[in-house]
């Protein structure tokens, strides 16, 4: 009996702890925002140039008048599905930039990481690069990246 309701303290504990770290992690990351393509091109005008010029920064654009609204569409034609922030922009890749952006933050290779660059930009591609896209025609990393290096 005594080491049942000690148990169940323990549980009770355990699952509260839970709760409060995963809602405090989900709280930093909801307070990250997009910080836009502009405020990124300010310190990175190469790689703004090579962006400027590819696909992805008409991507918004290239949809047809009344599929600028289908949220099935903004899925991969916008940054985080929403018209606020058009096309693929580098944060579709690279992460929420609210809070890495800032020049003290983006020199420093292990606070970028932990304020929301990510790591893996490569990986991001195939979320949008796949079967579900209607006028997919295959994805091959190498080509495509070399058609957007930067
Ligand atoms: C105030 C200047 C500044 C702004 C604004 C800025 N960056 Fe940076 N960024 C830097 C500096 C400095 C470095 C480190 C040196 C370098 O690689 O050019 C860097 C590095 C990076 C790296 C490479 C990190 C790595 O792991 O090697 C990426 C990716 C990046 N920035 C993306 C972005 C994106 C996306 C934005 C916009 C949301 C942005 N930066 C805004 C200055 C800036
Ligand atoms: C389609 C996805 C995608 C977009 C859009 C994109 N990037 Fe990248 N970027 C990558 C990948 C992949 C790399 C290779 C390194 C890596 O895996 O993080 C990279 C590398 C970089 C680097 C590091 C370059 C180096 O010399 O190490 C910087 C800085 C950077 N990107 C900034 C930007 C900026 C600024 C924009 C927008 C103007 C942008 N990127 C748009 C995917 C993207
Ligand atoms: C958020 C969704 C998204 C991500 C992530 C993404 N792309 Fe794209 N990409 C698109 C869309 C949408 C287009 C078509 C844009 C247009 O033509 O209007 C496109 C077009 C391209 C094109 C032009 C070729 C073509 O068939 O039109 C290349 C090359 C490309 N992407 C490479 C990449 C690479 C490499 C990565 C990963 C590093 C990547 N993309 C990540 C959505 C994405
Ligand atoms: C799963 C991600 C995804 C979804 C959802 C998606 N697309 Fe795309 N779209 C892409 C990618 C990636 C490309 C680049 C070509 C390819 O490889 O499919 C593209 C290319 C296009 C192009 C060609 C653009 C050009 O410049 O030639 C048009 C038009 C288009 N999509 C319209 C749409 C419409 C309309 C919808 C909604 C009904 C939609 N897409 C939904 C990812 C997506």
Redesign the pocket.
């Known amino acids: 009996m005594k080491k049942n309701s000690f148990e169940r303290v323990l549980m009770i504990v355990t699952v509260l702890s839970l709760s409060l770290i995963s809602s405090v992690s989900r709280g930093m990351a909801a307070s990250r925002t997009?910080?836009?393509?502009e405020?990124?091109k300010?310190?990175?005008e190469n790689?703004f140039k090579v962006w400027e010029a590819s696909a992805h920064a008409r991507a918004y654009d290239a949809l047809p008048a009344k599929e600028k609204t289908d949220p099935g569409c903004l899925s991969c034609h916008t940054t985080g599905g929403t018209a606020a922030f058009p096309n693929v922009q580098?944060?579709a890749c690279?992460?929420q930039?609210s809070d890495?952006?800032?020049?003290d933050t983006?020199?420093n290779?292990k606070k970028?990481?932990d304020a929301g660059?990510n790591?893996h930009?490569a990986q991001t591609c195939v979320q949008c690069h796949n079967k579900t896209s209607p006028t997919f025609c295959g994805f091959d990393f190498k080509t495509y990246w070399m058609e957007i290096m930067h």
């Open positions: 997009y910080a836009g393509v405020a990124c300010m310190c990175h790689q580098c944060e690279h992460g930039g890495y952006s800032d020049m983006m020199k290779f970028v990481w660059l790591r930009a």
